[in-house]
């Protein structure tokens, strides 16, 4: 053993890779930390179409909202497909005009740009670069998705689209992440917290209204789109998109998500049966793990890898 971890530990390219999938751990740490159902450091902001949203300033005066609901006749695999699909952002994410995915280094990794259009404020176009992972944790119960804006020099192979038009500008996100748990076949709990400069000379009070705005509206239109699903691919593109990618959502997520949801039930039971309040209060880390990708190696994420 002890031959081997020096082995991997001078090999440069293994190192790296190890350094990634710590850091990327303590990001998920972070994330399950910020997206926990405790709102203890948080200031309520709105509540609407059954989300609530709140916002709090860190140490660096960053604005973060976070926004958390119960979808009802929704199931993981609908409110999934939305935030994977980046490319169909403009069918349903507010003031969305177009997007479409860069890069995929890994079979959970990606590079996406959008744009928006900001309706009833003084600015140009405004667009994202994103480069973002998928977090199979669905033995523990959830999915995540983890993403950040990024920089053309980490990217010098792809191209990054110019910014047009008038007062045009590159928003910067310093974080994205959001949770989805699935609580039965046809409800799911998602949450999702970020911090989004849009580089605007606007008063801070005005920005942190057109922020938590849009913010709030993410959940109603995912919401919305996601039960077009169900009325099959002429009226949803992302029913289509499910159906021509059903080696990954039906063969491969769907059997996880009921195993996940079965797990859950043999948990309550097992809770309100127990004879011992330790047995009822038994909690561990989160088993979720990833081998980070780099172009062309197909990286993996935990339960078996993200399929293609």
Same mark, same amino acid.
């Given at each position: 053993?002890?031959?081997?971890?020096?082995?991997?530990?001078?090999?440069?390219?293994?190192?790296?890779?190890?350094? %990634?999938?710590?850091?990327?751990?303590?990001?998920?740490?972070?994330?399950?930390?910020?997206?926990?159902?405790?709102?203890?450091?948080?200031?309520?902001?709105?509540?609407?179409?059954?989300? %609530?949203?709140?916002?709090?300033?860190?140490?660096?005066?960053?604005?973060?909202?976070?926004?958390?609901?119960?979808?009802?006749?929704?199931?993981?695999?609908?409110?999934?497909?939305?935030?994977?699909?980046?490319?169909?952002?403009?069918?349903?994410?507010?003031?969305?005009?177009?997007?479409?995915?860069?890069? !995929?280094?890994?079979?959970?990794?990606?590079?996406?740009?959008?744009?928006? !259009?900001?309706?009833?404020?003084?600015?140009?176009?405004?667009?994202?670069?994103?480069?973002?992972?998928?977090?199979?944790?669905?033995?523990?119960? /959830?999915?995540?998705?983890?993403?950040?804006?990024?920089?053309?020099?980490?990217?010098?192979?792809?191209?990054?689209?110019?910014?047009?038009?008038?007062?045009?500008?590159?928003?910067?996100?310093?974080?994205?992440?959001?949770?989805?748990?699935?609580?039965?076949?046809?409800?799911?709990?998602?949450?999702?917290?970020?911090? &989004?400069?849009?580089?605007?000379?606007?008063?801070?009070?005005?920005?942190?209204?057109?922020?938590?705005?849009?913010?709030?509206?993410?959940?109603?239109?995912?919401?919305?789109?996601?039960?077009?699903?169900?009325?099959?691919?002429?009226?949803?593109?992302?029913?289509?998109? &499910?159906?021509?990618?059903?080696?990954?959502?039906?063969?491969?997520?769907?059997?996880?998500?009921?195993?996940?949801?079965?797990?859950?039930?043999?948990?309550?039971?097992?809770?309100?049966?127990?004879? %011992?309040?330790?047995?009822?209060?038994?909690?561990?880390?989160?088993?979720?793990? /990833?081998?980070?990708?780099?172009?062309?190696?197909?990286?993996?994420?935990?339960?078996?890898?993200?399929?293609?």
């Amino acid at each position: 053993m002890g031959a081997l971890q020096r082995s991997l530990r001078g090999d440069p390219d293994t190192t790296q890779r190890l350094q %990634t999938v710590r850091a990327r751990y303590r990001e998920c740490l972070e994330a399950l930390r910020l997206l926990g159902q405790s709102s203890d450091g948080w200031a309520f902001a709105e509540e609407a179409h059954g989300a %609530t949203t709140h916002y709090r300033h860190d140490a660096a005066g960053r604005l973060w909202l976070r926004t958390e609901g119960v979808m009802k006749d929704i199931g993981c695999l609908e409110c999934i497909a939305l935030w994977k699909e980046v490319d169909l952002f403009d069918r349903w994410f507010p003031l969305c005009q177009g997007a479409r995915a860069l890069a !995929a280094p890994g079979r959970v990794e990606l590079l996406a740009w959008f744009e928006l !259009a900001v309706q009833g404020l003084p600015l140009g176009k405004r667009d994202a670069v994103l480069q973002g992972y998928g977090v199979d944790a669905l033995s523990d119960g /959830f999915m995540m998705v983890i993403g950040r804006s990024a920089a053309q020099s980490d990217w010098p192979q792809v191209p990054f689209p110019p910014l047009e038009g008038f007062g045009a500008a590159r928003m910067h996100v310093a974080g994205l992440q959001v949770l989805v748990q699935p609580l039965s076949d046809r409800s799911v709990r998602c949450c999702y917290c970020c911090h &989004i400069d849009i580089r605007a000379p606007l008063p801070r009070p005005m920005l942190r209204l057109a922020t938590q705005h849009v913010v709030g509206r993410i959940f109603h239109a995912l919401q919305q789109e996601a039960r077009k699903i169900r009325r099959g691919a002429e009226h949803s593109a992302h029913a289509a998109r &499910i159906e021509r990618d059903a080696h990954v959502y039906l063969e491969w997520m769907l059997p996880r998500v009921d195993a996940a949801l079965d797990l859950d039930a043999l948990r309550a039971a097992l809770r309100s049966s127990a004879s %011992t309040p330790a047995l009822g209060a038994k909690t561990r880390q989160p088993s979720f793990c /990833f081998s980070p990708a780099r172009p062309g190696d197909g990286g993996s994420a935990a339960g078996g890898g993200w399929p293609h």
